[in-house]
Every structure is written in C-alpha cells, then in structure tokens.
C-alpha cells in the first residue's frame, strides 16, 4: 500500500511540473488555416518568454483577449507574431509590410491580407498579431483586438498532438 501511495505522489507532482511548463489547448475557429485547423490539440510552451524578451516574428502564441466568450470569461485566442515594439506595420493592397518591406507569407491560406493599416507603430511591450486565414481572422487589424500586450501571452504553440497524422513541432 505504501508503495502505491507513493506512486500516486510521484504521479502528481510529475502532472503538477509538466503543467506548470505546458497547457493543453484545443484550437476553436479556422483563423489559423492552413497552419492549424478546429480541433487541433496543442502544447503551449508556457515559460517560452520567460528565458527571452519578447516574441519573435512568426511565433505563433496563445494570449487572453478583451473578448467575451461563451462561458462568461475571456476568449484565448491563437495567432502569428507579425510585429513587435518598435515595428512600423503597413498592410496595403494585399499585402504586409514591416517597417517599409514586404513580408513573405507561406503560410497564409489565400497569399493575400485585406483590410487597410497605415505605418502603425507598435507601442512598446506590445504585438502585432494575425491569424494566418486573413479573410476570417479577428486579429490585431480590428481594434476589438488590437495589438497584444506582452503580460497577456500565455505562450508559444510549439508542437500539434492531434491530429496524430500531423504530429509534430509547429
């Protein structure tokens, strides 16, 4: 019996250390298409930012919006790090730019980004994010969202559980 109970302990505090370092998060909308669909199963690298300053361009990250969801709280949302402080953000025509250049965008599911952004400047401690399905995300291109305040990241998404057949780092 003693042996067990101190199985059941080791168990706990493994559990207790994994998920102060990691959160399981299931993705809910399609704004991240192609790169991640509704109903992926992710890890969230909870200390990524912790070890560095800020995130960096194309860190996908899940952070707590002023959204209301539908339990009452606030909505996490999940999107793309486009820009950080100090960045001039401009998205004209089609496209993004960051402090003057065109950015190549891979991962976008039409190649195209619509809605209009003048040399927006980042404001410090804060990020310029967007979903990678431009024409349905709800990203820092609307002011219900705006840019994200560094205190409000919850992490990096660094690898996909499920779908096993797309196992895997992000």
Do not use: C
């Not at 809910?28 to 669909?37: A, G, N, Q, R």
């Amino acid at each position: 019996m003693k042996e067990f109970i101190k199985d059941v302990l080791i168990a706990i505090v493994i559990v207790a250390a994994i998920t102060a370092v990691i959160k399981p998060t299931i993705v809910k909308e399609s704004s991240m298409e192609p790169t991640l669909y509704e109903n992926n199963y992710l890890f969230v690298n909870k200390l990524a930012y912790i070890t560095k300053d800020h995130p960096e361009y194309e860190d996908i990250i899940v952070f707590q919006s002023e959204l209301d969801s539908d339990d009452g709280g606030k909505k996490l949302l999940i999107k793309r790090v486009v820009g950080i402080e100090g960045d001039v953000i401009t998205i004209s025509d089609g496209m993004v730019y960051r402090n003057g250049y065109a950015l190549e965008e891979p991962y976008t599911l039409e190649g195209y980004t619509s809605g209009e952004v003048y040399e927006y400047a980042v404001p410090q401690d804060e990020i310029f994010v967007m979903g990678d399905n431009r024409s349905v995300s709800l990203d820092s291109r609307d002011p219900s969202v705006g840019t994200v305040h560094e205190d409000t990241i919850l992490g990096k998404a660094f690898i996909r559980l499920y779908p096993f057949n797309e196992f895997g780092l992000l």
